[in-house]
């Protein structure tokens, strides 16, 4: 069984889970810009994590200590490539969870320490999103604004609904399939409000500042006008997604109208306003593990040494042979 799960996972390019771009092991994964991540555990199990490490090899956390805004035009002597100069405002980084065309749901874990990327488990069971006609998995590069939080306890004036207890969500529309992991600029360009059991789940709308188009999109209307019908699938796909797990259709603030930029701007000042209270212990966090290494004025800050001692405790042996069998089957379609 074991040999036959290597196998498919060298070999199956239709597993959803070997979209990642990584490899089994603790060693250190390709290096990105600023940041690097190194796997633990193994991919498509419920033991795999990918931490993230900055660009002096220290570990850090991706939700608390990744900056929210592009706050130089060069950073660590990295030029950054943008579309306009009087839009540098606009510029965010944005964490990638899940690659475009894949299936499986990865996601930063917000309730452990150092929140690494691991894959959302449901029912004792690894989650995959359905694939839903004529789409393929997720439609877009799929992801996070850092330094973000829809909380839980504030109703939202717009929605009049809760948060979500998460970090924003973004989908990235550019034309490049990105890696699990990645941290890029985006161009962020409007926003939409999917109210998910009854929470308040926004959406972001953003594209890649190294996208050979972005100098062309500006606006949430640029979208329509150059990848028309791209809106469209949006609202259906976050409309149906759950219904093949027996859910009823998603609903949506304002009849599903997607809101412009400036729009999109408020909503991400208002959830970063959020984070900075959770993150100075002035509201309560629940669940939420808030440890971080670079925030000087946190309570929950860390040192270099104990977010080390945080990642050499998990645990990266291999799947026990019930679960490497579970994913056999995930893979063959059973």
Known sequence: MSALLRLLRTGAPAAACLRLGTSAGTGPRRAMALYHTEERGQPCSQNYRLFFKDVTGHYISPFHDIPLKVNSKEENGIPTKKARNDEYENLFNMIVEIPRWTNAKMEIATEEPLNPIKQYVKDGKLRYVANIFPYKGYIWNYGTLPQTWEDPGEKDKSTNC??????IDVCEIGSKILSCGEVIHVKILGILALIDEGETDWKLIAINVNDPEASKFHDIDDVEKFKPGYLEATLNWFRLYKVPDGKPENQFAFNGEFKNKAFALEVIKSTHQCWKALLMKKCNGGAINCTNVQISDSPFRCTQEEARS??????????????????????LGK
């Open 162 to 167: 809760f948060g979500d207890n998460d970090p």
């Open 310 to 331: 945080l990642v050499e405790s998990v645990l990266s042996s291999p799947n026990k042979e019930s679960n490497e069998e579970e994913q056999v089957w995930h893979f």
